[in-house]
């Protein structure tokens, strides 16, 4: 079984810009946020060692940072002369989710363009999440689509941790365009409703609901850890 990890990931970032929900867009600096993405990569090459990692950076590295995710990645999109104005928009976005939704649009459209379906599993990990040893990638390979429901947001899924096999690869990304409009479809104060809330719209009998998903981390705003 072949399997790819997509992390969306946004290293730096304009702490004068609020986000919708917070005052705070993080409480880490640009290098803490960027060690945890490094986390991020070595808990996947520790447990799951066959996989491929795609990296989709939205924020502008230094030549060194982009060399350094480059080389511990399979695949590294990351911004240039021609596209730096569009990732500027969504890195910026005050809904993180406008933001997080056009990096897996690019990522999923990149994989597509490679020899598809190269890989059986496709898994989204949030930046900054790590794997832990509560991770089992056979929870991931029978089902269309696998995530663990949210315990705040009724109907919504948690969205640091999810997976789809091959046969869901274009339904899934059919959906994320709906999903990545609704992103910017709200009441104030809020400027976009969030994945959590909208991913797979209309087809929640789709996911295989997992108990646990074998990841943490920090949330950006407050520092909080998330365990799930």
Not at 16 to 29: E, K, M, N, Q
Request: charged letters at 20%; a negative charge; one cysteine or more.
């Amino acid at each position: 079984m072949k399997s790819v990890f997509i992390i969306p990931s946004c290293v730096n970032f304009d702490s004068s810009i609020a986000l919708d929900y917070s005052p705070v867009r993080s409480v880490y600096s640009p290098k803490e946020r960027f060690e945890q993405t490094l986390e991020t990569i070595s808990s996947i090459r520790r447990l799951s060692h066959t996989s491929d990692i795609l990296l989709c950076e939205m924020s502008e590295l230094s030549e060194v940072d982009q060399e350094i995710l480059s080389s511990k990645t399979d695949y590294f999109i990351y911004r240039n002369k021609d596209n730096h104005a569009t990732f500027d928009f969504f890195k910026d976005h005050p809904n993180k989710s406008h933001g997080e939704s056009f990096a897996i649009l690019k990522s999923l459209l990149y994989l597509k363009n490679m020899q598809f379906p190269l890989y059986d599993v496709y898994f989204k990990i949030s930046g900054r999440y790590k794997l832990n040893n509560n991770f089992n990638i056979h929870n991931h390979t029978s089902c269309l689509f696998n995530a663990k429901q949210h315990d705040h947001f009724e109907g919504g899924v948690f969205t640091t941790l999810f997976s789809f096999n091959k046969s869901f690869f274009n339904t899934f990304a059919d959906s994320m365009l709906l999903t990545h409009s609704f992103t910017t479809n709200n009441y104030p104060p809020f400027t976009g409703f969030s994945l959590e809330t909208n991913l797979l719209w209309q087809s929640m009998d789709k996911i295989n609901y997992l108990d646990t998903l074998g990841v943490e981390g920090n949330f950006g705003p407050d520092g909080e850890k998330h365990l799930q």
